[in-house]
């Protein structure tokens, strides 16, 4: 969200303006203290006048739309629902709070962890 709103040469303030959010409401969710419902999300959109996905996407070409299938494989994946559901967006907070590298630092982590129940096998 930064990077966006230093590119379009805006200021904490001038977000504020736009779309009614407190600046130190805005400065935690650059930061990663808080994770922004869909509907706040849609609010920053609007107020920098880009497509919602830009806020989450980092690549230069715009990404491919996904097709939908009749497939429901997807409908039932881990952490879709139930306990797994509710353990992904717990997950999902607490890496909200986390900065940058100690996120890393996890990821790191869960893949030699996972590394080595792939060798176990």
Not at 44 to 72: C, H, N, S, W
Request: glycine letters at 8%.
């Amino acid at each position: 969200m930064r990077e966006i709103r230093e590119q379009k040469k805006m200021s904490q303030g001038d977000v504020e303006k736009r779309t009614g959010l407190q600046r130190c409401y805005l400065s935690r969710v650059e930061n990663g203290h808080t994770v922004p419902a869909i509907e706040t999300l849609e609010k920053i959109a609007r107020a920098f006048e880009v497509p919602m996905y830009q806020l989450f996407y980092e690549g230069e070409k715009v990404p491919e739309p996904l097709i939908p299938t009749k497939d429901r494989r997807h409908e039932t994946a881990w952490g879709s629902r139930g306990k797994d559901g509710r353990f992904l967006r717990k997950l999902m907070g607490l890496l909200g709070k986390m900065d940058e590298r100690d996120r890393q630092v996890l990821l790191a982590f869960a893949h030699k962890v996972g590394e080595r129940k792939k060798k176990a096998r």
